[in-house]
């Protein structure tokens, strides 16, 4: 797997301190079937290397355009495009997003989710999933990158995707 500044991509899928390989490894193939690029920000719950976490993308990692950012705060420091912050805690629907090219989805840590006072900075750019939350209090994390991604990527008529 080799890092490269992502360049053209309709979207940027952002993993803020992800803590379990194979769900980064499942959104990193996700990457791959759609060039949306891929960010890591550390602290990462597992090494790059890891095992599981190429198992989980199994042959696709050259087909990833991947920045790994040192911090969030180093993130939001260089990032000069629309961002969307999903959350539990958020009180808009994703699917009322006015999505565009270029935007970055910013997924929060498994355990943790976003912080709070990056979700309060940003009131008009967080999202949630709607469910039904006497049943569960979060879906996985791989499976809500897919969910508003392909939400995200239909807005957009799927670009360069047949």
Known sequence: MRERAPSGAPLHIVLVEPQIPPNTGNVARLCAATGCALHLVEPLGFSIGDRELKRAGLDYWDAVALTVHPSLDAFLATWRRPLWLLSTRAGRAY??????????????????????????????????????????RSLNLSTAVGIVAYAALARLRFPGLA
């Open 95 to 136: 699917a009322d997003a006015d999505f565009a090219f270029g935007d970055a989805l910013v997924f929060g840590k498994e355990t943790a989710g976003l912080p709070a006072e990056l979700l309060e900075a940003h009131p008009t750019r967080a999202l949630r999933i709607p469910m039904r939350g006497e049943a569960v």
